[in-house]
């Protein structure tokens, strides 16, 4: 790769931070441009190890996670850009880190905030070595066919239609990362196409500028005009201006420096970007399209005519046979997820299991139809929630009150039995919640617990042969069946379990009828 070339074809990068989304768009974008490596080698997460799934085309691909620039470097020695998503607070250290390695040699600082006096350091440095900062406070930019940056020039739809998955002839830089978006639109209307493009970011101190793009771009055959949005506040135009004039830039340049308005605002007025704020009457938007138009840039009248401006310019240099037609390559597709998919009503798909107890997929939760806010607001209560559940319907008030009566009564069943023992031992030897309640259930069997199951498969049985109690316990003696539930070590019919006479009692004074009491 040249000097002057950033990016190529088998580009790989690391994304530093969890930027899942960034990541599948650079990734869509490779697969745009026909690419035959993904541009994302791994992500560099100091807060955890392991791989994450993203698609590679309709393939899914697993990238990993390293915990520092030094592991991810040692893995992968052919990445030479780290792309850093990392917050204002860590994204100097972490690319001081990047700059100061053998390998990476271009980084992009996409936090906004980051002490300026990092910046100028990193910028320093970076210069020694020969390599490349971009940012902080960008979106980045791309290289067409080659490489992406990030989130740059937004959907990959909007990819596709400004044609930034092939490279056309014009060198775009700018100061705002939502203006280069804009800007590349313009560009792919007005001309055959971006050969590269880039935000070096809104801060007062960038770690590159604008003219360190433009002597760039100067040197690069392919690139056979550059346009430029500059902005309020700073010199950067001065010293393109200054390069103009020492032959140091002579391919044409189309240029506009927005932020003209802040003259009919009162008092120095700070546009969104920290750089955005003129200090002298130099560093105004009007001053430096002025001085720029006279050192031969060509300056629009306004925003207005900036597409006409650079229209022009390709026309002109297309019609003196210096920029060759070619012939568009067929638009390719990236496949689309499918939650978008969804979202958009383009496919449907039937469901994989259907529950009629309770239903998630709308706006509020339901229990067997009844939305959750209204079991709430009527008072369906334990007994009425467990109703809807298991009975799918909304008990009567008795049996509600059954239900939440037996719960209460059986709370405490009990530390004395296997089951909540084995329960209290497992939680004791440190395990978590959900392991010990399981160790508890899995002791439940015939003889502890799952009786209660027996008994009520004995007795449900007598009930549907409409057996009397006697005929009931003279077929189970017939069968040599004990009959479950019966016999217990302290309780019997003379020295009844006094919880079952609540229920009992209960159930006469409630129940509509009670054939078995
Ligand atoms: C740069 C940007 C992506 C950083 O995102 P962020 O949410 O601020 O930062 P992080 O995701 O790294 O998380 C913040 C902190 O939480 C920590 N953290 C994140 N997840 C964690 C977890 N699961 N456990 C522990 N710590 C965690 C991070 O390590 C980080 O710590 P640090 O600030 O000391 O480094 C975000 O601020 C941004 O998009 N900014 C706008 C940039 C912009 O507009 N640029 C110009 C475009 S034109």
New binding site residues.
């Given amino acids: 790769m040249k000097s002057y070339e950033l990016f190529d074809k088998n580009t790989r990068a690391f994304i530093y ?3 899942q989304k960034a990541a599948q768009r650079m990734l869509d974008f490779d697969y745009l441009c026909k690419r035959e490596t993904p541009s994302v080698a791994g992500f560099i997460t ?3 190890v392991g791989s994450i799934k993203l698609f590679w085309g309709t393939k899914e691909i697993n990238i990993h996670r390293y915990l520092s620039v030094a592991d991810a470097i040692e893995a992968h020695p052919d990445v030479d850009v780290m792309v850093n ?7 100097a250290e972490s690319t001081l880190e990047a700059v100061n390695s053998e390998n990476i040699r271009t980084i992009v600082m ?3 905030g980051v002490p300026q006096r990092d910046v100028r350091k990193i910028a320093k440095i970076a210069k020694e070595k020969g390599k490349w900062i971009i940012g ?4 980045g930019g791309l290289k067409p066919g080659c490489f992406k940056i990030g989130n740059a020039a937004g959907t990959i739809q909007n990819i596709r239609d400004t044609k930034l998955y092939r490279p056309g002839s014009v060198g775009f830089i700018s100061v ?3 203006l280069s978006n804009e800007g590349y639109n313009i560009v792919s209307r007005n001309t055959d196409g971006i050969y590269e493009g880039y ?1 070096v ?2 801060d007062v101190y960038p770690a590159t500028t604008l003219i360190d793009h433009l002597l760039r771009y100067e040197q690069n055959p392919n690139i056979k005009m550059m346009v430029a949005l500059g902005e309020v506040g700073g010199k950067d135009e001065y010293q393109i201006i200054k390069a103009i004039e020492e032959k140091k830039l002579t391919k044409p340049l189309v240029m506009w420096v927005t932020g003209t308005c802040a003259e009919m605002l009162p008092g120095g007025v700070q546009f969104g970007h920290a750089g955005a704020k003129a200090d002298s009457k130099d560093d105004t938007a009007k001053a430096k399209n002025a001085a720029l138009r006279k050192a031969g840039v060509v300056v629009p009248d306004s925003f207005e005519d900036y597409d006409q401006k650079i229209k022009e310019t390709f026309d002109k240099l297309k019609a003196e046979g210096k920029i060759e037609s070619f012939i568009e390559p067929e638009t390719p597709n990236v496949p689309m997820d499918y939650a978008q998919a969804v979202a958009e009503g383009l496919v449907r798909k039937p469901t994989n299991f259907v529950s009629t107890i309770c239903d998630e997929t709308g706006e509020i939760h339901n229990y067997c139809g009844v939305p959750i806010d209204q079991v709430i607001k009527e008072g369906y209560g334990i007994g009425g929630v467990l109703g809807l559940l298991w009975f799918k319907k909304k008990l009567p008030q008795y049996a509600i009150d059954f239900i939440e009566l037996v719960i209460q009564i059986v709370a405490d069943h009990g530390p004395a039995v296997s089951g909540a023992h084995n329960t209290i031992v497992t939680a004791r030897a440190g395990k978590n919640l959900i392991e010990s309640i399981v160790s508890g259930i899995l002791t439940i069997g015939p003889r502890f617990g799952g009786a209660v199951n027996g008994a009520a498969n004995h007795f449900s049985w007598g009930l549907e042969n409409k057996l009397s109690p006697r005929e009931f316990i003279n077929a189970m003696k017939k069968k040599n069946t004990n009959i479950q539930g019966i016999g217990h070590k302290i309780h019997s019919i003379d020295n009844p379990d006094e919880r079952c006479e609540i229920m009992m009692n209960f159930a006469k004074d409630h129940f509509p009828k009670h054939p078995l009491l």
């Fill in positions: 931070g969890n930027q100091p807060t955890g998503f990392a917050s204002e607070r860590s994204c996409i936090a906004e902080p406070a960008t979106v705002s990362g939502g935000a970011g809104g």
